[in-house]
């Protein structure tokens, strides 16, 4: 049976049921729910950005360019950081 046998939106029942096992394993949800938590300050960051600028009374252009600036550093720096973790083990 090939994936357009399916309905559309359905997985097929081997692929949900392997993933209903490696959810329901041991110490998943709380690993899970450690790296979602661990993350959530990426993406308030530039949320914070703006509110801080916007409240500071710089216009919303000028917030939007520092939140930029920021996901643009933090992308940039990536990948140097990614190779220098990978040399040093």
């Known amino acids: 049976m090939t994936t357009i046998d399916h309905a559309v939106g359905q997985a097929p029942a081997a692929a ?3 993933y209903r096992a490696v959810l329901g ?3 998943v949800a709380r690993l899970l729910g450690g790296t979602l938590i661990g993350r959530m300050p990426n ?3 530039p949320v914070a950005i703006v509110l801080l600028i916007t409240s500071q009374g710089a216009s919303l252009a000028s917030a939007g360019l520092l939140s930029a600036l920021y996901g643009l ?3 940039l720096s990536q990948d140097p950081v990614a190779h220098s973790a990978t040399r040093r083990g």
Request: cysteine-free.
């Open 43 to 45: 993406g308030m960051a």
């Open 25 to 27: 394993s041991r110490h």
């Open 16 to 18: 949900s049921t392997s």
């Open 73 to 75: 550093a933090g992308a």
